[in-house]
């Protein structure tokens, strides 16, 4: 289902409206149209390898998704996370995690439908924000918004031919409580200045020759990883305080999914800083009803 007139304005015939301004796209100011096919291909592989070379992408598949996750990444100053992640794309320092969703919005097809989101069954939270954002043909960033676990459960709609769950990010999608809008944010990561390409390694050379960049060794993202806590001497300890998970998220800042999730051996882990500055808080916390009992 397509959401009009809402989502953008499409052509007649599917051809592409002009500019606003009246300039030309970007495909009529490099002629595409009088290249062959083959050719665009070319032009399309060249572009994603350069892509993935500057770090703009993590894969060299569709590149939508890819460039999502790393202007949130850079706009919030999160750690991608792994492709071994389930349900979620990025985490900051505190163990907030984040899964990116995004949409390219184009004449031919202007569905705002996101990607298959998982894991929405009844129980731990896979994700605690989703970072939506739909880009136009050109990949100018339209919206961006950071909608809570909650308000997604309650938007989003089960598929079972899927097995997962769809959400439609209709302009309505900003104003439900709880919802931010980050699109500043989000185009200001677009509009700044690319990072350096990686400095080949001595020897590798692409096949045509020209030197080629080595792949980075951890997923691209301003911050590298910090050590990370045994989930299982996080249950330990939270089991010791006699605390329930409600309970210890008050105490730290953070939500019970988070609570539930770190002390999982496959679920996302708190840095062992992080762990530490959380046991700090807890510590206090029981010190200071000993002192005050009742």
Do not use: C
């Not at 894991?119 to 939270?125: H, I, Q, T």
């Not at 809008?181 to 020759?209: L, Y």
């Amino acid at each position: 289902m397509t959401d009009r007139p809402e989502d953008v304005a499409v052509a007649p015939d599917g051809v592409e409206a002009p500019a606003p301004d009246g300039a030309p796209s970007v495909a009529q100011r490099h002629a595409l149209s009088a290249e062959s096919a083959p050719a665009l291909l070319a032009l399309y592989a060249a572009i994603v390898e350069e892509l993935h070379g500057r770090g703009l992408v993590r894969s060299t598949n569709n590149p939508v998704g890819d460039y999502a996750e790393y202007l949130t990444a850079h706009a919030f100053g999160l750690s991608l996370a792994g492709n071994s992640s389930i349900g979620y794309d990025a985490v900051s320092d505190d163990g907030i995690r984040y899964q990116v969703k995004s949409r390219r919005l184009t004449p031919r097809n202007s569905s705002r439908q996101l990607s298959a989101i998982r894991g929405l069954e009844p129980g731990a939270d896979p994700f605690d924000i989703l970072v939506g954002i739909l880009f136009s043909a050109d990949f100018e960033v339209l919206r961006a918004a950071l909608v809570p676990v909650a308000v997604v459960r309650q938007l989003a709609v089960r598929n079972d031919y899927v097995n997962a769950w769809r959400l439609m990010l209709r302009d309505s999608v900003w104003a439900m409580p709880g919802v931010e809008d980050v699109t500043d944010r989000i185009r200001a990561a677009a509009n700044a200045a690319p990072p350096p390409r990686p400095v080949p390694a001595p020897g590798r050379r692409s096949p045509g020759g020209a030197p080629r960049p080595p792949s980075p060794a951890t997923p691209v993202g301003p911050r590298q990883l910090m050590p990370k806590a045994d989930p299982l001497e996080v249950r330990a300890y939270f089991a010791s305080t006699g605390l329930s998970r409600r309970e210890l998220g008050e105490i730290v800042g953070t939500g019970v999914g988070v609570i539930a999730t770190v002390q999982n051996p496959n679920g996302d882990r708190w840095s062992t800083e992080r762990f530490e500055r959380a046991r700090a808080l807890i510590d206090a916390d029981l010190a200071e009803r000993k002192r005050s009992p009742g």
